[in-house]
């Protein structure tokens, strides 16, 4: 079985200050790992993904990501917060042994950047 | 390329009538989901498809069925709605296990 946690319900952040949104996994096997963000009253959009190779994945609008196999992990990150970016963030896994792909998604974390 | 579509937006049911919410997908992807999104739940996978004429359950399928009689259509049915379906539903697809999945705008359904 497959689960992801955030372990937090909500992140507050001034603008132009860095801004960390944690996820932990858990699968059988090798994980592939998703982050996504949603808007309010918008469908979820993709932020970026780690697959294989370098730990460090970029995605889009300036964020990054860091997959840690020693500790489970695949933190959001971005340098500089802007107040654009408050929305809620889902991290998800799918485990590479699943033949069917089912994605995992954890329980969200609403991200607050206030100016 | 229109992505993921769905109809209706917003739907208020009756406790006991059904429905079917629409997806439909213009980019010939293989497998599609349905979740459902509610507070604090992040998102869970009610049922899903690798290709047409193949379906399985997800993790909270009870009250809901599915078909795919095509590769562009999956539409989800409640078969007798009930308050605990309030929620919001999202149809998803992608190509492949690896790949990107994208996702609709969303169904927002509202039992009484």
């Known amino acids: 079985a497959q689960s992801v946690a955030q372990p937090e319900d909500q992140v507050n952040v001034a603008e132009r200050n860095p801004l960390t949104v ?43 990501a860091e997959f840690n196999k020693s500790q489970t992990s695949f933190h959001l990150k971005k340098p500089s917060a802007l107040v654009s970016d408050s929305a809620l963030y889902f991290c998800a896994v799918r485990d590479r042994g699943d033949s069917w792909g089912k994605l995992q998604f954890g329980a969200g974390t609403q991200v607050v950047v206030t100016p | 390329n229109a992505g993921v579509t769905q109809t209706p937006k917003f739907q208020v049911l009756k406790t006991g009538q059904s429905m079917t919410l629409q997806c439909a ?54 078969l007798s709605a009930a308050p605990s379906q309030t929620s919001v539903y999202f149809c998803a697809s992608r190509q492949g296990p690896q790949e990107t999945q994208y996702f609709g705008p969303g169904t927002r359904l509202l039992v009484l």
């Open chain 2, 25 to 78: 997908q213009d980019m010939n992807h293989e497998y599609m989901s349905w979740y459902r999104q509610d507070p604090g739940m992040g998102l869970r996978l009610i049922h899903y498809s690798v290709g047409a004429g193949i379906t399985d359950q997800g993790e909270v399928p009870n009250g809901y069925n599915v078909s795919r009689s095509t590769t562009e259509d999956f539409p989800l049915r409640l």
């Open chain 1, 22 to 64: 944690k996820c932990t996994y858990s699968v059988s096997g090798n994980p592939y790992l998703f982050w996504y963000v949603q808007y309010p009253n918008r469908g979820l959009q993709f932020l970026l993904k780690y697959i294989t190779g370098d730990n460090l994945v970029k995605g889009s609008y300036g964020f990054e």
